[in-house]
């Protein structure tokens, strides 16, 4: 019923910039707090950043004054603007939202499929 769909991954050398993108679409009330995480092979998932519906943000000590999370509730998309990407930052990058998708005042959390972010040195 609600989907997130992510791009903008890819392959860059040290010290480059990606731009990430997710996008939700379906059928919801409401879209509380949007975010990102990241996975590297053979890691646990981890928190990267995440903003609220007003625009405040918080980040992971791993991106801070790198990472730049923004939202347009317009569109339902939340963006990930890296910068200065480091080799240590290849990983799948999954967006998540919390969704409300009944009447009631509950939310339920969904997952991207990810899309893989590669620095090069």
């Known amino acids: 019923q609600v989907q997130l769909v992510e791009s903008g991954g890819g392959l860059v050398q040290a010290g480059g910039s990606l731009r990430l993108s997710c996008a939700a679409s379906g059928i919801f009330f409401g879209i509380n707090g949007m975010g990102w995480y990241r996975q590297a092979p053979g890691k646990q998932r981890e928190f990267v950043a995440v903003i609220t519906s007003g625009g405040r943000t918080n980040y992971a000590d791993s991106g801070k004054g790198r990472f730049t999370i923004s939202r347009d509730n317009a569109k339902n998309t939340v963006y990930l603007q890296m910068n200065s990407l480091k080799p240590e930052d290849t990983a799948v990058y999954f967006c998540?939202?919390?969704?409300?998708?009944?009447?009631?005042?509950?939310?339920?959390?969904?997952w991207g499929q990810g899309t893989q972010v590669t620095v090069s040195s």
């Open positions: 998540n939202a919390d969704v409300r998708v009944t009447i009631t005042d509950s939310w339920s959390r969904f």
